[in-house]
Structure formats: C-alpha cells, structure tokens
C-alpha cells in the first residue's frame, strides 16, 4: 500500500528572516502598498503618523513601485525593508515581515496563502482604493493627509 507523500511546510514557517533567498523575501511582499505612504513624526511624542500620501514612484493602481530597481537612487529616502529592520519600521500588523519577525502566520489575503497575487486587493487590504501620489499634493499640506491606522490594518 502506497503512503502519501508529506507535505512540506511552505518556506515562510521553516526559515528565518535572515535565511530567506533574495526570491523568498521579494516573495514576501503582498503588494499592499503601506509601506511606501508617507509618514509623519510627531517632534514631541515620536509617535509616527501615516498618510494616504504614497512616494511618487508607487503606482497607486498596482501598489507596486514602478520603479522598483531604482528606487534608492530616484528616492534616496527609500527605506529598504531588511531582518535587521523590521522591528524600528511602522509597519502595518498584516505585512508578511512583521508577521514573521513576530512569530505570526501570514494573513488569509497574502498572496503566497491565496495563490492569488489580487487577493490583497479583493480582501480591501492594499492601499489601491484611497491612496494619492505625492505627486499630486503639496509637501506642506501633509499633514492635512494625515489618517488613523490601527494596529489590525
């Protein structure tokens, strides 16, 4: 009588963050776009706020970086998302790294669960329906862009 053959655990439950390939951590990002909203540091408190104000090479449709090779050249401020980083980074609670810095499955919608690279979107999780381009507002006017993000987005 034949067995049938285990399972083996996806990549994400059986190596750290510092052991993934470059193909797994690239495989790690949702497309949610959260990242690349401008934030706000409140100068008294430290305390960071997030806004609907996305870095000018996000493409707010796809909610990927349409610039993505050259992204730390054409934005110097762009920051990479690395093991050593996660934990100082105001990243939402659903976002794959910060998942599994913190021991944590990935979310229902992420793309590497659903096998459906649109399902952060169709789950309302991304950033696509009410994000704007820096582009289109004026750095001064960022804080009247400002919006609450809780810890469960």
Known sequence: MKRPVPKSAPFWKTTSLAALTRAQWESLCDGCGKCC????????????????????????????????????RLVPACVRITPQNVRSLALPASCAYRCLDEGRELPPFHPLRSGDAQSVHLAGASVRAWAVSERDVDEDDLQDYVVAWSDAD
Request: hydrophobic share 30%.
């Open 37 to 72: 909203l401008h934030k706000l540091e409140d100068e008294d408190t430290g305390r960071v706020h997030l806004t609907v104000v996305a870095c000018q090479l996000l493409d707010v449709d796809t909610c990927r970086c349409s610039r993505y090779a050259q992204r730390k």
